[in-house]
């Protein structure tokens, strides 16, 4: 099971950071990425990151802003979100990959869904 938080309002220009813990046994072979999906808009990739962390890709419209990171002791991944624009209000779900890491990754399904979590950014 994957369970995010962290998501409400924010302000554009803001910060928000969401958190998204795993019930698995085997946390560290786990590519872990965020989607998410705005109102009336298909599902988009945000960003991933390895399985020791040290690799990370993101999505073109967050680069810079955003920041994933991962506490594999506590079988977490984070989003930090930065600079947040009106744009970015979307529900954010975490991900599970049980594959490589690659920078093209967000292109494949995830093994493992998280509920979303609702982040609002007015203007």
């Known amino acids: 099971q994957l369970q995010a938080s962290g998501g409400g309002l924010a302000q554009a220009g803001g910060s928000l950071r969401l958190s998204c813990a795993a019930s698995?046994?085997?946390?560290?072979?786990?590519?872990m990425g965020w989607f998410r999906q705005a109102p009336g808009k298909e599902r988009e990739f945000v960003s991933a990151?390895?399985?020791?962390?040290?690799?990370?890709v993101y999505a073109d419209s967050v680069k810079g802003r955003f920041t994933i990171s991962r506490d594999n002791a506590k079988n977490t991944v984070y989003l930090q979100m930065n600079s947040l624009k009106p744009e970015d209000t979307a529900v954010y779900s975490c991900a599970a990959y049980h594959k490589y890491f690659v920078s093209r990754i967000g292109q494949y399904e995830p093994d493992y869904w998280g509920q979303g979590t609702l982040v609002t950014v007015s203007s």
């Open positions: 698995v046994r085997t946390y560290s072979a786990y590519v």
């Open positions: 990151i390895s399985q020791s962390g040290g690799s990370t």
